[in-house]
T-cell receptor
Framework: AQSVSQHNHHVILSEAASLELGCNYSYGGTVNLFWYVQYPGQHLQLLLKYFSGDPLVKGIKGFEAEFIKSKFSFNLRKPSVQWSDTAEYFCAVSKGTGGFKTIFGAGTRLFVKA | DTGVSQDPRHKITKRGQNVTFRCDPISEHNRLYWYRQTLGQGPEFLTYFQNEAQLEKSRLLSDRFSAERPKGSFSTLEIQRTEQGDSAMYLC?????????????FGQGTRLTVV
């Protein structure tokens, strides 16, 4: 079955520190890859997405992610985090065919200390 | 607001009661999904509609759960004889007609508390 693994459940960083959140998925066919963010009290919002082409994807708020097909990975990065990045981050995968349902990882809760 | 809309935002119910939630997707989106999210977990897929047809149901969707999308627009999710384990955030998402190379847009969710 399709699955998504996020390496860290909780991450605590100081402002200006660099961030990397790991994500691996198990599906071997054509996939669409996503990172969603959920700020406290808000709904899920798309941070960035990969469909095809350049494996280095840039998203909103200075986030980027790199798709490494050979490693089935889609890690999220940000060079310098801000207090306002405190949120929960979800890696997600959907198949490129069929119902296109999105499968989520368990999430990584990021807390940025001011 | 042209996003995905869910109603109600919060629902508190007594165990054993029935509840119904509504989702209005983005108008041009023909694909609609229901998810459940519990504390500390990512959203878990429940069911999926393409237009009015329910094409996939998760094993998480017990026979107490039923979902409909009668005219291919809004959808309802009903839970009968609620149990405390049903307490969760219920999320609705919609996606464009083409499906491929698109993302799902999520509503704010309905938080269900069963007491």
């Amino acid at each position: 079955a399709q699955s998504v693994s996020q390496h860290n459940h909780h991450v605590i960083l100081s402002e200006a520190a660099s961030l990397e959140l790991g994500c691996n998925y198990s599906y071997g066919g054509t996939v669409n890859l996503f990172w969603y963010v959920q700020y406290p009290g808000q709904h899920l919002q798309l941070l960035l997405k990969y469909f095809s082409g350049d494996p280095l994807v840039k998203g909103i708020k200075g986030f980027e992610a790199e798709f490494i097909k050979s490693k089935f990975s889609f890690n999220l990065r940000k060079p310098s985090v801000q207090w306002s990045d405190t949120a929960e981050y979800f890696c997600a995968v959907s198949k490129g065919t069929g119902g296109f349902k999105t499968i989520f990882g368990a999430g990584t809760r990021l807390f940025v200390k001011a | 607001d042209t996003g995905v809309s869910q109603d109600p935002r919060h629902k508190i119910t007594k165990r054993g009661q029935n509840v119904t939630f509504r989702c209005d997707p983005i108008s041009e989106h023909n694909r609609l999904y229901w998810y459940r999210q519990t504390l500390g977990q990512g959203p878990e897929f429940l069911t999926y509609f393409q237009n009015e047809a329910q094409l996939e149901k998760s094993r998480l969707l017990s026979d107490r759960f039923s979902a409909e999308r009668p005219k291919g627009s809004f959808s309802t999710l009903e839970i009968q004889r609620t149990e405390q384990g049903d307490s969760a955030m219920y999320l609705c998402a919609s996606r464009e007609r083409t499906g491929a190379n698109t993302e799902a847009f999520f509503g704010q969710g309905t938080r269900l508390t069963v007491v």
